[in-house]
């Protein structure tokens, strides 16, 4: 099964796609890590992309899709694909649905998750992960531990995202508005769009994901 987390920055797409992955074993494909990853590394890609995902912007589409094809054509994901951040823009989409069409894979479905702009903002300038295992803290509801050691794996090294704060942030909503949320229609009209509220616990909303996949 491959599907689709559709929802603007902070709506959860990543913390529900984890889940997919150790509950599935599905294969979470997030253009946003793999960026991020390529500035890590110091790629020339990385160069090219680190203004513009600092700003908050878009980086081109050719980029994100050549990403995308680069992992579809050389993984091989039995329990399926979560795409994370990916498509962004009706041209992304497109791609995807031709990208998937010539490996004879479909779409099963898209998820959008619903949180309005304020849960936004709040949830996301109080951001941090685990540099280690990439698992998302809160300052408000989910604290990093009083030990300094992730949850998880253990690990000392908290990170927040340099795009995370209120400025990057609005202009993040704003591409999300006008270049993402088409999507939205899109999806419905091809009879794929689920829609789950995305300010539920994060429990909750993986039990509405559950369901909405059945
Ligand atoms: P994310 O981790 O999904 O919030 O993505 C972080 C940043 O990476 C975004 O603000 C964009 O600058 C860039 N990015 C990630 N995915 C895409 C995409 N599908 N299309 C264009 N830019 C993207």
Not at 103 to 113: A, F, N, P, S, Y
Not at 191 to 202: F, P, W
């Amino acid at each position: 099964m491959n599907i689709i987390l559709l929802g603007p920055p902070g709506a959860g797409k990543g913390t529900q796609a984890r889940k997919l992955v150790e509950e599935r074993g599905m294969v979470q494909l997030s253009t946003g890590d793999m960026l991020r990853a390529a500035r890590t590394s110091g790629t020339q890609m990385g160069k090219v992309v680190a203004d513009v995902m600092d700003r908050g912007e878009l980086v081109t589409d050719e980029i994100v899709i050549g990403l995308i094809r680069e992992q579809l054509t050389s993984g091989n994901a039995a329990g399926g694909y979560i795409f994370d951040g990916f498509p962004r823009t009706l041209a992304q989409a497109d791609a995807l649905g031709d990208l998937l069409a010539e490996l004879g894979e479909t779409l099963d479905c898209v998820i959008e998750m619903q949180v309005d702009d304020e849960a936004l903002v709040t949830r996301i300038t109080a951001r941090s992960t685990c540099g280690a295992c990439g698992e998302v803290y809160n300052d408000n509801t989910k604290p990093i531990p009083a030990d300094g050691k992730c949850i998880k794996c253990g690990a000392s090294d908290f990170q927040r995202r340099a795009d995370d704060n209120e400025d990057s942030l609005r202009t993040r909503l704003m591409a999300y508005y006008k270049q993402t949320s088409p999507l939205v229609g899109y999806y419905y009209a091809k009879g794929d769009l689920k829609t789950v509220d995305g300010l539920a616990s994060v429990d909750e909303v993986a039990a509405s994901i559950s369901a909405a996949l059945k």
